[in-house]
């Protein structure tokens, strides 16, 4: 019987274990849960989601603050549209945060950084163009473009030295998307490193509608697959969304999927950015606690925990200091929400809004609890505790039970396990 361990693929000259961590944003796929997957030999993800936030967590920079403060006389304004990044600190934060997940890589691994298109940032071109520039000054092996069909994002950085060095690829849920992009690539003479085909099971915003549990991965895969060898093209494929066992895993590979991109199983890891107390939350998830709704104002579908405290909230919009979804001109459709129960409330008290969500503050706060479709099975992937709480899982022991486990069994942590692995941590010595 295969395991994951079996396989191997390739991606230009690397040789590679099949296995990617998908890019969580916002900090939820630290740099130090990539760091595992590329030391082991597979690909991990940090998020350009936030960047600037998620280096003031982690380097104690300052660009939130220095944002909100200038823009602080905008925070009772119902216009945004002055609210606006500057791009040389947004490159900075990036290139911090890329260059340092670089410096600290070991192993025969990849490290790559996903990049949503949605993320418009009141001025979509530049500030994606300035995302994509400084990830490839600080290093980066690879640019994973998602959440949009991405028809100009390759165009925008064709003069860096790095673009044809850096892997490209590109998450699609349909042939019809990935068709749209190839078309736009072929004219730069820059087809894309690895195609990612993503489910209607996995966690984050969805490429479908609410409609989403008419469609189904192997059946999109087959579709990509023929398509791309009617068309001799010869790009890796990886299949993502609800590979929850190693035996999944090997089913997709067996039909000549190059590797698969997997996330929910790590979210409950010591090295995923969710804090404890969330991580117990995915852990306790029952099927029916789980569900795919239209509050993310980003216009995408997106699956989540119904005890998420995001859901329902009334809080005001915080674009001053984050303003990531803010359009060219300016909107959000959580503003319009927002304002129009505040001309309902005048006073602000006891607002809440139901039909969006400010994602921004709530994703920042780990209140948008997003998951994947089986994360009411990360119970079966542990042991209580005496106290009831689920036990924390290290990213290496599921890296592993990914890589070896047969019949889709599910390796439970052994006694001792997670402090050896401390151990051979702390001798690899942290960053
Ligand atoms: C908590 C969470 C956050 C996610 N955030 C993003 C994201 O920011 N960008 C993105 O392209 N995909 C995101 N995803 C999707 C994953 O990268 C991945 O493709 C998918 O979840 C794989 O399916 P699985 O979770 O069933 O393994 C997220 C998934 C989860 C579980």
């Known amino acids: 019987m295969k395991c994951v361990d079996d396989f191997r693929w390739r991606l230009g000259k690397k040789e590679l274990v099949p296995i990617m961590i998908g890019g969580m944003g916002v900090d939820i796929s630290t740099a130090e849960l990539s760091l595992v997957s590329a030391r082991l030999g597979g690909v991990g993800h940090i998020s350009d989601a936030m960047v600037p936030t998620v280096s003031d967590r982690r380097f104690k920079t300052g660009f939130v603050r220095e944002k909100q403060k200038k823009y602080k006389y905008n925070v009772a304004n119902r216009d945004k549209s002055d609210v606006k990044f500057d791009l040389v600190r947004l490159a900075e934060a990036t290139r911090l945060h890329v260059g340092r997940t670089m410096e600290a890589k070991q192993g025969d691994g990849l490290i790559f950084i996903n990049c949503m298109e949605k993320l418009t940032m009141g001025n979509p071109h530049e500030t994606l163009r300035v995302r994509l520039s400084a990830a490839m000054d600080g290093g980066i092996d690879g640019i994973t473009l998602s959440a949009g069909l991405h028809l100009g994002s390759l165009a925008l950085v064709q003069d860096h030295p790095r673009f044809r060095d850096v892997r490209f690829g590109i998450i699609v849920s349909s042939l019809r998307a990935l068709v749209l992009f190839l078309r736009k690539s072929a004219r730069l003479n820059r087809l894309p490193d690895y195609i990612i085909v993503e489910g209607p099971l996995a966690g984050g915003h969805l490429g479908f509608g609410m409609d989403w549990t008419q469609y ?26 609800g590979i929850f066992t190693g035996t999944d895993a090997v089913e997709f590979l067996e039909t000549g999927v190059a590797a698969v991109q997997v996330a929910t199983r790590f979210t409950i890891t010591k090295e995923c950015g969710l804090p404890d107390k969330v991580k117990q939350e995915y852990f306790k998830a029952r099927e029916e606690d789980i569900e795919v709704n239209l509050i993310s104002p980003t216009g995408y579908p997106m699956r989540m925990l119904k005890n998420s405290p995001a859901i329902g909230a009334g809080i005001r919009p915080n674009c001053e200091a984050y303003g990531y979804l803010l359009d060219g001109s300016g909107n959000c459709a959580y503003i319009e929400a927002y304002n129009r129960e505040l001309d309902k409330h005048p006073d602000g008290q006891a607002i809440s809004v139901r039909d969006k969500t400010c994602l921004c503050t709530h994703m920042r706060n780990y209140d948008c609890w997003t998951c994947g479709q089986y994360t009411y099975r990360l119970k079966d992937t542990t042991r209580r505790r005496p106290d009831g709480s689920y036990e924390i899982l290290d990213a290496d022991h599921v890296f592993r039970d990914y890589l070896y486990s047969v019949d889709h069994r599910v390796k439970l942590p052994e006694d001792g396990e997670q402090a050896n692995l401390a151990q051979e941590k702390s001798r690899l010595g942290s960053f």
């Open 216 to 241: 189904d991965l192997k059946t999109i895969v087959a579709e990509v697959r023929q398509y791309l060898v009617q068309e001799e093209l010869d790009i890796p494929l990886i299949a993502a969304g």
